[in-house]
Structure formats: C-alpha cells, structure tokens
C-alpha cells in the first residue's frame, strides 16, 4: 500500500455469529474509508477464511486483509503458498498470511489429524512458503516436509508475502522473530508486549535480520459503554474459554506476567465446572488487561497510550452488527494525534 494508513486495523472475530455477510462487507468499507489499515478473519470449525478474504479483497480497493489465524495442520504448506500469492496476485498485494499451531481440541477435535510437533511444523511451512515464493525448485529436506523438484507454475506478485503469527510462549516468539513479518497475539494481556517484543529483537538479532523487522499487531476486544461491569463480563467469556483448557497457551503466558493465581482459578474453575465456571472465576483485573472498555473517551484514551507503547498497529474487535453501529465507535476511537 503506497498511501499513509493509520495504525488500527479492525479483527472481523466470530462475524457469522452477529451479523450478516452484507454487513460485514459494509463495515470493512467503513474501516477503509476512515483510514484504517488493516482487517483481519478468523477461522476454526466455520466459514473458510481463505474464501472471505478474498470476497473482502473483491469488495475494498485499499485495505490490507489478513487470514488471523490459518493452522498450519490442516493444509500443506503448497496450498497456503499458492493460494496467499494467489490472492495477493488479486488483490495488488493486499493479502496477509497469518499463521498458527492452533490447538489440541481444533486440529484432533475437527480435523482428525494428530497434534504432534506443533512449532517445528510452524517453522517449516514458513521456509517452505518463501521457497515457492521465490520459485524455487531446490530439495528442502526438514524434519517434517521433504519437498523438491517444483516450483510455483506463476510468477507471484510478491516475492514476499507478509506472514504474521500468533505467536504465544517463549520459543514460538523466537521462531516468530527469526522467520516472520508480523507478531499477532490475541488474549494476552497487555504486559506480554514488552517482553515480547524484546524476544523478538533477540531472535532477530541471532538470525541476522534487523531488530525491528516484526511488525508487532495484537487484538484486543473493544466494548463502548457506561457499565464497566458488564462489558467485563463479556471479555470474561473469552478469556475463561481460552484459558480453562489443560495446557492452555494462554493461560501459561498470562501466569508468566503476574496473573499466576487469576489463571489458576479460572483452570480449576473450568476442572470442575466447564465454562460457565470459568466465566464467573475470571477476575476483572485479567479481562481488563486483554480488552479496551468504557466511554468512548476513556476507550479512545487507552488506544492512544497502547500505541505509545511500542504497538506498531492495534487490531479491534467490537460487537456490533452494522455499519451504522460501527461508525461512532471506529471513528471516535482514532486518538486526536492520528487525525489528518
């Protein structure tokens, strides 16, 4: 994109679940007009996210569009190459890959594939993208994939497709740092960002890249209202949903930042209860790290500090089902600094 956009990008979330497909395009459109730079789709067991990108893409002229998250169990790292440079070829070069391990209970539960070695396949189908990228037909032998003697049957638009990830603990932001463009962390708290962004530089540094070549792009709910109390409550049923599991990523990340006990009761909460359970062990304190409540002043306030922050663009999630909802909110919430 050649044009100056703002920092803020808008995260689609769960849109099947709230409003129709025709509003959704509305709302995109809304987004692109106020300058924002970016939307992203989630996918898990609904729609095919690699199909509402590119209806996204059809429908928008200026906009990046970001699949957050593709797991990288469920298609070869062939398919998603070829087809994030075909809708980049598309699209004028307007497609994100974003890439995850997601979990256990999505690749086992929906897919029936095993679960096994989660990270070193996050890593191998990264250098495999950029290999077919760059149209190179060169043996690649890891520990996973074995691949040669093709290349891509097209010339992409881009030689190098943006990949962003949702990368979590320690060594996934290593891999993030070394290998991709982008780091997307989605229910995390705040606190994670520092540190994290000092583990991406590090990795970066080993792998001789530069310090700042990661873009760092969390998502984080956005809920407008007068009851602080309520909007929690709606945070809280993602956070105990994510956090309940065993093994639970997020939960573990959150505990390395201060949260050890607030996650411990969620987990044994969901132990014994499911996520009802969890949903009333969730503390105010956690749902409130992960999400931006309150006045449209006081949410417009916090945006601005995360992006003091070091938050390079701030990915908002907001319940609301039309473009009329939308307007008041993805317009009063760009800080007075970012205003043309």
Not at 178 to 201: N, Q, S
């Amino acid at each position: 994109m050649s044009e100056q956009r703002l920092p803020l990008g808008l995260n689609l979330g769960l849109w099947d679940r709230m409003t129709s497909w025709e509003d959704t395009v509305d709302i995109v459109r809304l987004a692109e007009e106020l300058g924002y730079s970016s939307v992203s789709i989630p996918e898990s067991f609904g729609r095919d996210g690699f199909t509402l990108c590119d209806r996204l893409l059809a429908a928008t002229e200026s906009i990046q569009v970001c699949l957050a998250l593709a797991n990288v169990f469920s298609r070869s790292p062939a398919v998603l190459a070829q087809t994030a440079a075909t809708l980049d070829e598309l699209s004028g070069g307007r497609f994100v890959l974003g890439l995850g391990s997601s979990t256990p209970n999505l690749v086992e539960g929906w897919h029936g594939l095993k679960y096994s070695r989660p990270l070193q396949r996050t890593r191998e189908t990264i250098e495999i993208c950029h290999r077919i990228w760059a149209r190179d037909p060169s043996p690649y032998a890891g520990e996973i994939f074995k691949v040669s003697g093709v290349k891509l049957g097209f010339t992409p638009l881009r030689e190098h497709i943006p990949i962003w990830h949702g990368a979590l603990l320690e060594n996934s932001l290593r891999l993030c740092g070394e290998k991709a463009d982008g780091w997307i962390p989605t229910l995390v708290p705040v606190a994670a960002i520092e540190p994290g962004r000092e583990v991406l530089a590090q990795a970066a540094a080993s792998a001789g890249r530069p310090l700042n070549c990661v873009t760092v792009v969390p998502t984080m709910q956005l809920l407008v209202g007068e009851d602080p109390q309520q909007l929690l409550q709606m945070i809280k049923f993602g956070v105990a949903v994510y956090y309940g599991p065993p093994n639970s990523p997020y939960a573990k990340a959150a505990a390395k930042l201060g949260y050890a006990d607030d996650v411990q009761a969620i987990c044994d909460a969901y132990a014994e209860g499911g996520s009802a359970a969890a949903i009333a062990a969730t503390s105010n304190a956690l749902a409130g790290s992960v999400g931006i409540v309150g006045s449209i002043d006081e949410c417009r306030s916090r945006v601005s500090d995360l992006l003091d922050t070091g938050i390079d663009r701030l990915l908002l999630s907001l319940p609301a089902a039309t473009r009329r909802d939308c307007e008041p909110i993805l317009e009063g919430i760009i800080p007075a600094s970012l205003r043309s």
